[in-house]
């Protein structure tokens, strides 16, 4: 899935986007609050995977990663949960020879998205079976504001990015290769074997990988949970 940013990306995991610079300090770190930041973190893998959902039953196309999840679930018998949760532990195993090293929020990031993908898709299956297109293309479209809404909470929680961030990002030092380079090879090669086994390409992995960048670019800084000032040594 996953389902990332230029600097640190969404979605996917998991969104697209860079992330929030980082605290001048440990001092200011220390001080910041973590009940929100959590609170934040929690919030937003939750609405990641229902707009990772509200792709899928859109039946338009999934977001990249979510092209590979889907035709791994298809190709396994697997549900579209557990493929994804397994697909984010092996992009995290990745870490490890790139020497990335994970957050809680990218802990969070794995198994709370896991979980909750199959949850939300049952529950948008309660819809109509068929759409049609105003109402499909109605869900492309709040699920990728939703994303990046969901995109700027968590990563603005500054716990940690998701593994396919961590693993883009890690590729960029280890490479040089700009970062724009390094993502969109990562994602064409993950939609195109997605797409050879079974998983759903469209409109709404195009409108995604257009849209995405520029929504989280606006709504990170607003999203951002915002650092306290240094407490000077005495």
């Known amino acids: 899935m996953t389902g990332a940013p230029p600097e640190q990306p969404p979605p996917g995991e998991r969104t697209p986007t860079s992330a929030p610079t980082a605290p001048a300090s440990g001092t ?9 930041r959590y609170a934040r973190l929690f919030l937003g893998l939750v609405l990641f995977a229902a707009s990772l959902a509200m792709l899928v039953r859109s039946g338009l196309g ?14 396994l018998g697997w549900t579209l949960g557990a493929a994804t949760l397994m697909l984010s532990v092996l992009v995290l195993a990745c870490w490890f020879p790139l020497r990335q090293r994970p957050g809680m929020g990218t802990v969070a990031n794995v198994l709370v998205i896991g ?17 049609g297109l105003p109402a499909a293309v109605a869900l492309v479209v709040g699920g990728i504001v939703l994303n990046a809404v969901a995109s700027g909470l968590y990563i603005g929680a500054r716990l940690g990015p998701g593994p396919r961030d961590g693993l ?18 990562i994602e064409v090669l993950v939609v195109a074997v997605g797409w050879v086994l079974g998983g759903t390409v469209g409109f709404a992995t195009l409108a995604y990988a257009l849209a995405i960048g520029p929504l989280v670019h606006v709504l990170l800084p607003r999203l951002t949970v915002p650092e306290r000032p240094a407490v000077p040594e005495p």
Request: zero cysteines; aromatic letters at 4%.
């Open 28 to 36: 200011a770190v220390a001080h910041q609050r973590l009940p929100l």
């Open 62 to 75: 999934n977001m990249p990663w979510d092209v590979l999840g889907q035709g791994v679930a298809l190709r």
């Open 115 to 131: 979980i909750l993908v199959d949850p939300f898709l049952a529950l948008l299956a309660l819809l109509p079976e068929d759409l």
């Open 168 to 185: 883009m990002t890690g590729l960029v030092r280890r490479t040089g290769r700009p970062v724009n380079l390094v993502r969109t090879s």
